[in-house]
């Protein structure tokens, strides 16, 4: 008798759960919302062009004394690099090298120092360059960036008289120091950006020997720069 009982209560559990079940309305599971795929991605290689403008300043000492010259000038040249962009993140780092040709140079005549009485001296620079890390935040197709590296730059010291005991000759190094700067780039289509941007040198301080008589100068530089550049795909 308690085995039917008990038969007859699992029966009518189950079979009331099966209607229960029946009458509860189905609903499709909600598809995984998809992860936003940016439109851009600046992770690729990338070479350009650029021109600008620089403004130097060498701080020259002879003798003891000191004189300053300010060469300014057109600057071009090129520049080539790599950039990542992390996955779905703003965040944007690269490395980049350039190189530019400086049409600048300016003279100051010296005072009296003993061995450049006489003498206009010229500060004169052949090409500068850097070799830079870069980090940016990316608003989708702008990128907003700071840089800052290695700065290197063909510097170049010449002497010439403007009278009677004035000393002729020159001297010239590649001067080596650091650089630091930001810009504003943006991809115009999905392979051709540009760009525009700032940078500060310090090329550090040199010796120079022009005719027997030492020299030594310190160089800096300030130069606004734009570029058009070509960036080629991230599986290139």
């Known amino acids: ?47 350009g062009l ?45 490395i980049e090298g350039d190189i530019a040709n400086v ?15 006489n003498t206009r001296v010229t500060n004169d620079i052949g090409y500068a360059g850097a070799v830079r890390a870069r980090v940016g935040y990316a608003f989708d197709r702008f990128l907003v960036y700071g840089a800052g590296g290695l700065a290197f730059a063909d510097h170049d010291v010449k002497a010439r008289p403007t009278a009677a005991g004035g000393i002729s000759g020159s001297d010239d190094t590649v001067a080596v120091g650091w650089t630091v700067g930001g810009g504003v780039e943006a991809a115009v289509t999905d392979n051709v950006t540009a760009r525009v941007e700032y940078r ?21 530089e300030n130069r606004v720069m734009f570029g058009v550049g070509y960036k080629f795909s991230s599986g290139w």
């Open 50 to 94: 650029q021109a600008g403008y620089g403004w130097l300043d060498a701080d020259n000492r002879a003798n003891g004394r000191g004189f300053g010259t300010s060469p300014d000038g057109f600057a071009i040249g090129g520049y080539a690099g790599y950039n990542f962009q992390f996955d779905n993140s703003p965040l944007v780092i690269g």
């Open 200 to 220: 500060y040198s310090d090329f550090g301080a040199d010796s120079f020997s022009v005719s027997g008589a030492r020299l030594k100068s310190d160089l800096t």
């Open 1 to 47: 008798m308690r085995a039917t009982l008990f038969g007859g209560a699992v029966a009518l559990v189950l079979s009331a759960g099966a209607a229960i079940a029946a009458d509860i309305p189905s609903y499709d599971a909600a598809p995984a919302a998809a992860a936003p795929v940016p439109s851009f991605s600046w992770t690729g290689p990338y070479i």
């Open 103 to 117: 049409d600048g140079a300016d003279s100051r005549t010296s005072r009296a120092f003993t061995g450049f009485a």
